[in-house]
């Protein structure tokens, strides 16, 4: 069981650190490529402007650096001076046709600033094959004064652009996401799968030795009885007849062990409720158990609070209940003397079975209520079982809404206290 949630701890430990390993790698590249994109979008506009002033004589020295020229105030918007009134239709066209030719597919508002009229004397939406904006033409161009004329190129989507261009990927670290997501829920799956093989396999041994016994001892029994002269010795045949019937006692009463493994698969039990005196359920649970009790010469005494001990509960739920715990408690000592009371608080009614038995260390305390588990031990590990009782106990008062608890120590004893409202 450690060594399992061990490796169990380990694998995920490691997988988690390489999921997050791969994903801040995949962030990082996603950042690069961006600032990729948006460098050479920055390039493409400036290579189509450079076109605009080839194509058209926008400025008096055509020598100058076009660099200079040009003004990028915030990413999206550039401003281009000129010395002239451009012909707007053909500034437009060489526009839209520059920005074709440099793959420059965004909408853009543009605009002509005139420094005589400090206004835009004319504002015009360009807008290219699979750029179309609906809301793109309302969108006023940011205004600059300026001691010179201008064009503004106002970018509006750009940055939506951009991250189009990055669909590829985007689409693969998404698909990577997955993959890793598929991977993460398969390694969980084997890991559920192994657990649930070797608890399985844990109930099968447990279960053939159980019954593997008693079948050995009957079987002996039934030969012994068969044998020809078996009626010459009356004595002799009671006594296999006695084993016989001891025997199939004992597997009846796993068979309804094997019946309570049915209803603990169930999620939450049927109950049917109705008012129960817990004391006389303990006392009917210490009686069924006399034979065991006997036979381990246990001294079992009770202490209630009241005389009686009502509550709102089922009846039979709550008696198997009590009897796994008792019998549990003559199980594990080896000379029991067993303590059972019952007590009230406010609303809650309060059951302890304390004994004075081999206990169980701390660390053991909350898986004995796990499905199959059995707490390994020296000297006293004949006792036999399933590993089911508890967990069947624990269905039973969460059930009625109640709480169990353990307390116990090693070699000392333990007490094991339910507590149930009493409504
Ligand atoms: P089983 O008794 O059939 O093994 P249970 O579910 O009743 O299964 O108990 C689970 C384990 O808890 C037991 O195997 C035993 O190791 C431990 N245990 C339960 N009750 C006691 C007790 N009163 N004293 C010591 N150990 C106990």
């Known amino acids: ?101 440099f793959d420059v597919y965004t909408d853009c508002k543009a605009a002509v600033y005139s420094t005589e009229k400090n206004a835009f004397t004319i ?138 493994i049915a209803y603990t698969d169930r999620s939450s039990l049927p109950l049917e409720k109705e008012q129960v005196d817990a004391n006389a359920l303990i006392r009917q649970a210490i009686n069924d158990l006399l034979p065991l009790a006997e036979q381990k010469q246990a001294v079992i005494r009770t202490a209630f609070e009241h005389p009686e001990a009502f509550l709102l509960a089922d009846r039979s739920y709550l008696l198997l209940a009590l009897i796994n715990l008792i019998e549990n408690a003559i199980k594990y000592s080896a000379r029991p003397e067993i303590l059972i009371s019952s007590s009230e608080t406010g609303s809650e009614l309060c059951l302890s079975v304390k004994d004075n038995g081999i206990g169980i260390s701390r660390a053991h305390h909350k898986k004995i209520f796990n499905r199959f588990y059995r707490v390994t031990q020296g000297e006293l590990h004949t006792t036999k079982g399933f590993g089911l009782g508890l967990n069947f106990v624990k269905k039973v008062i969460d059930a009625h809404n109640g709480k169990i608890e353990v307390s116990s120590e090693e070699k000392k004893g333990s007490t094991f206290i339910i507590k149930i409202p009493k409504k």
């Open 1 to 101: 069981m450690v060594i399992r949630s061990k490796t169990l701890r380990l694998v995920i430990l490691t997988s988690t650190i390489l999921v997050t390993i791969i994903i801040a790698v995949q962030l990082f590249w996603l950042q690069k490529v961006y600032l990729y994109e948006e460098k050479q979008f920055n390039i493409n506009v400036s290579k189509s402007i450079r076109g605009l002033y080839d194509d058209m004589e926008l400025v008096n020295d055509v020598s100058d650096n076009t660099q200079k020229l040009i003004e990028n105030p915030s990413p999206d918007l550039y401003l281009l001076r000129i010395d002239c009134n451009p012909n707007l239709d053909s500034l437009w066209l060489n526009l839209k046709s520059e920005f074709t030719d």
């Open 123 to 260: 504002q015009e939406y360009i807008d290219l094959p699979d750029s179309y904006h609906a809301n793109s033409k309302e969108l006023p161009v940011p205004m600059f004064k300026r001691d010179y004329s201008y064009v503004v190129l106002f970018f509006p989507h750009r940055g939506q652009y951009i991250l189009k261009q990055m669909f590829f990927w985007i689409a693969s670290g998404v698909v990577l996401l997955l993959v890793l997501i598929a991977f993460g829920a398969s390694i969980f799956y084997l890991y559920r799968q192994k657990f649930l093989n070797e608890t399985q396999k844990d109930f099968v041994n447990n279960f053939t030795h159980e019954f593997r016994t008693p079948l050995a001892v009957i079987k002996i029994a039934a030969d012994v009885l068969e044998q020809e002269n078996i009626t010459d010795k009356p004595e002799r045949l009671r006594n296999y007849a006695g084993i016989i019937s001891d025997q199939t006692g004992h597997l009846q009463a796993q068979v309804q062990r094997l019946l309570e």
